[in-house]
């Protein structure tokens, strides 16, 4: 069987909405922030459908035994958000993810070669191969930030095929790279848009997340 990068976008009413919320120009920051925390959250909800691990079990109801499937602690679970503004969708990410552990990791990308730089990581030196790693980040424009986030991962032992990004909005050259790089991934988005700008903007996009989610 050949592998394929396979990209989902749920036809969601509320992930539809918050997009629309999002990509709204005046939309003030407090309220971004809530808007990238929902598409943080229903995204998540989506991606966890056969990427949590699950254990079989038998639990006693007050009336009879019954067979049950419950979260498997004994299976590491990572989010990794890719900072800054894949924070915001972290938080709606970890109230579905309580137990996984955060690895926090810095990219800046430099706004003249759209090239990122790492300015913190936070990853462990090497992953259990079983980690389910869940990456955050709102926009995936030239693709640049996220092959740089996943080398740093699959260079500690992440197993791509277990990984999940989570992104609200991505663009072509993002997903070209990805899908030659990693073809077993699988990316959750709010959308896919057509066109990234001369200066790595997606359009229409929904501007700069990270200024918007903290008003700088
Ligand atoms: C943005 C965004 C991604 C990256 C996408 O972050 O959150 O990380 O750019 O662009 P790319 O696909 O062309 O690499 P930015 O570097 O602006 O940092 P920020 O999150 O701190 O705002």
């Known amino acids: 069987m050949t592998l394929q ?3 989902y976008v749920p036809s969601h009413p509320l992930i539809k909405h918050w997009l629309a919320v999002a990509r709204d120009a005046a939309t003030p920051p407090v309220l971004f922030r809530s808007a990238i925390t929902e598409l943080g959250r229903w995204l998540t909800y989506e991606a966890a459908r056969e990427w949590l691990p699950t254990q079989e079990t038998t639990v006693q109801s007050p ?3 019954c067979p049950a499937t419950l979260i498997d602690p004994n299976i590491p679970v990572a989010v990794v958000p890719i900072l800054r503004a894949g924070l ?3 938080e709606g990410a970890q109230t579905l993810l309580p137990l996984a552990s955060i690895y926090h990791l810095g990219l800046e990308r430099d706004e003249k ?4 730089s790492c300015y913190l990581n936070k990853l462990p030196e090497k992953f259990d191969p079983q980690t389910r790693v869940l990456v955050t980040d ?3 424009a030239t693709g640049g930030s996220i092959m740089a986030a996943m080398a740093e991962l699959t260079q500690r032992g992440v197993d791509p095929s277990l990984t999940r990004i989570v992104c609200v909005v991505t663009a072509p050259p993002a997903l070209q790279k990805l899908s030659v790089a990693y073809p077993g991934l699988i990316v959750y988005a709010a959308t896919i848009d057509e066109t990234v700008n001369s200066q790595g903007f997606i359009v229409p996009g929904l501007g700069d997340a990270g200024d918007r989610i903290f008003g700088t």
């Open 5 to 7: 990068l396979r990209v």
């Open 63 to 65: 009336l009879d035994s």
């Open 88 to 90: 915001g969708l972290l």
């Open 113 to 116: 070669t759209l090239q990122p």
């Open 138 to 140: 709102p926009m995936m």
